[in-house]
């Protein structure tokens, strides 16, 4: 076992767990603590777009009067009253809909769309992770390397996905 692993082995462990754990908090959020109905109105949206010279289309970024942001996958919305549906510790939009059609399966923002399946890989991945290294004495610091490289950017690319859709 190298010098790397036994000095860095105990912190991430903590690191991943901590990951873990927060994660678990934000599926608790969603899918298990009540949450709120609001009611609001789209006062503008804008195009959410990457890549070189903005080509890449992903959807669109509302906002509203009382302030909540929300992305669809696609900009066919049809009257400016919605109805949102808000999770109760992170304020997470988990629904949106008005009087002629719910929105809820093309939306992209928060813990919906890519940034779901990105955090559903980030929770296996932390979770092997911590296996190995709880459970294998002679880790090698390849092996642990891997796990590092791979968690980090897994949590990295999660964030950058959250936030470019929030």
Partial sequence: ???????????????????LQFIGLMFFDMYVLPKTNIEDTITHYQN??????????????FYTEKGKTF???????????VVLEETLL?????????EKKDYTNILISD???????????LVLSSGFGIL?????????ENK?????????????????M?????
Avoid: H
Wanted: net charge positive; aromatic share 10%.
């Fill in 1 to 19: 076992m190298s010098i790397l692993v036994d000095k860095y082995r105990k912190t991430t462990v903590v690191c991943l767990a901590v990951i």
């Fill in 90 to 98: 992170f304020k997470s939009i988990t629904a949106v809909r008005n």
């Fill in 144 to 160: 642990f390397l891997n796990i590092v490289s791979l968690n980090s950017l897994l949590f990295l690319v999660t964030l950058y």
């Fill in 132 to 140: 190995v290294l709880e459970r294998q004495q002679n880790v090698s």
């Fill in 111 to 121: 813990l919906s769309g890519i940034t779901l399946v990105l955090t559903i890989g």
């Fill in 48 to 61: 959410i777009k990457t890549g070189k010279n903005d080509t890449n289309y992903l959807g669109s970024q």
């Fill in 162 to 166: 959250y936030f470019i859709q929030s």
């Fill in 71 to 81: 992305s669809l996958e696609k900009n066919n919305f049809e009257l400016n009253e």
